[in-house]
């Protein structure tokens, strides 16, 4: 992604990430909460809004 800059919320699925670090513009590195396997969307907020996962690569599988 891009924009990350001023990210305030990383969400996988609907739990919000345990921690979450912007690297930089195009960049965060999140610790993912625990969860029920299955695949969750990537959501990230910015002050410019929140972003919509469209592609597999906004997404996170959670394995049993």
Known sequence: ???FTGATKVVFGTVAAT???VVSDTE???VSPAQTA???D???TTTG???KP???VA???YRA
Do not use: D, E, K, L
Request: proline fraction near 0%.
């Open 49 to 51: 809004g929140a972003s």
């Open 19 to 21: 921690s979450f670090v």
């Open 54 to 56: 469209v592609v597999a």
């Open 42 to 44: 990537i959501t990230v």
């Open 1 to 3: 992604g891009t924009c």
């Open 59 to 61: 997404q996170f599988i």
């Open 38 to 40: 299955g695949t969750r």
């Open 28 to 30: 965060i590195t999140a």
